[in-house]
């Protein structure tokens, strides 16, 4: 069988404990090199095959694990972060579903949630923004026209923008351009949340390329986009005394 896990946004306790189960029973472990902590392999149990998919083709991978399912063996595909974003997770299995070949899916902690965490910030903020939006910049790899940066940015919620570090001027500028965001609209770059290396780098629109430049960051870092970084809000109503819910009535007025 094979088990497709989020192995967590880095850090080596922030993987599930299922998937840390998952890691310690494989027979075959293949990971994402260039972005997962090696330190995560520490769970595999001593003899188990390891192959780095940073160096494999899909065609490669596929092969591995055809082989390991013939041996009556547990493979385990371990991508970054959360197995739902730009995993690549997708081609794998519909290859897998025409060799018959089990699987099932092992969710993770994606570094979004855990670039919050580093920035003690709650993306949703009542009467700010109840909105986040998770994309990315084309690049070598196209998005959806009406996809683009300039197109998301307009209703001005929340952005989290991954794979983008290298393309921070046309970034700046699509944002810019869809009119709901300003050059004093907060921003951070986030670099490799959760690891022992994470740094954070509060900024805004206007310096974010600056921002980048100054400390070298051109990859393994989310850029973070919203006023939900410095504004005022409203209170939760889940806990205002003065509102009922289903499980206790108001206090009193407001």
């Not at 997770?89 to 099932?104: S, V």
């Not at 197109?151 to 500028?173: A, E, H, Y």
Request: overall charge negative.
């Amino acid at each position: 069988m094979v088990h497709f896990v989020g192995a967590g946004p880095g850090a080596f306790d922030l993987i599930t404990v299922r998937g840390a189960r998952l890691l310690s029973e494989a027979d075959l472990i293949i990971y994402a090199g260039s972005l997962v902590n090696p330190e995560l392999l520490k769970y595999a149990k001593a003899g188990c095959e390891i192959h780095d998919s940073a160096y494999l083709t899909l065609e490669e991978v596929l092969s591995l694990m055809k082989k390991a399912e013939k041996a009556g063996q547990n493979t385990v595909r371990l991508h970054t972060g959360d197995t739902s974003l730009y995993s690549a997770m997708r081609e794998q299995i519909d290859e897998l579903i025409k060799e018959g070949i089990p699987y099932d899916i092992v969710s993770g902690v994606s570094s979004f949630s855990a670039a919050a965490a580093a920035l003690e910030a709650e993306y949703t903020l009542p009467e700010v923004t109840q909105t986040v939006i998770i994309s990315r910049m084309a690049g070598r790899t196209p998005v959806p026209e009406k996809e683009s940066m300039k197109n998301l940015s307009k209703i001005g919620s929340t952005m989290v923008i991954f794979l983008s570090s290298s393309l921070i001027p046309q970034l700046v500028s699509e944002l810019l351009e869809g009119g709901a965001y300003s050059r004093v609209t907060p921003a951070a770059i986030v670099y490799k949340a959760s690891w022992p290396e994470e740094r954070v780098f509060r900024c805004t629109l206007d310096t974010l390329e600056k921002t980048a430049k100054e400390n070298g960051i051109r990859k393994t870092a989310l850029i973070i986009v919203g006023n939900f970084m410095d504004s005022l809000y409203e209170r939760s109503k889940l806990y205002d005394p003065s509102f009922t819910t289903e499980f206790r009535k108001a206090s009193h007025e407001s």
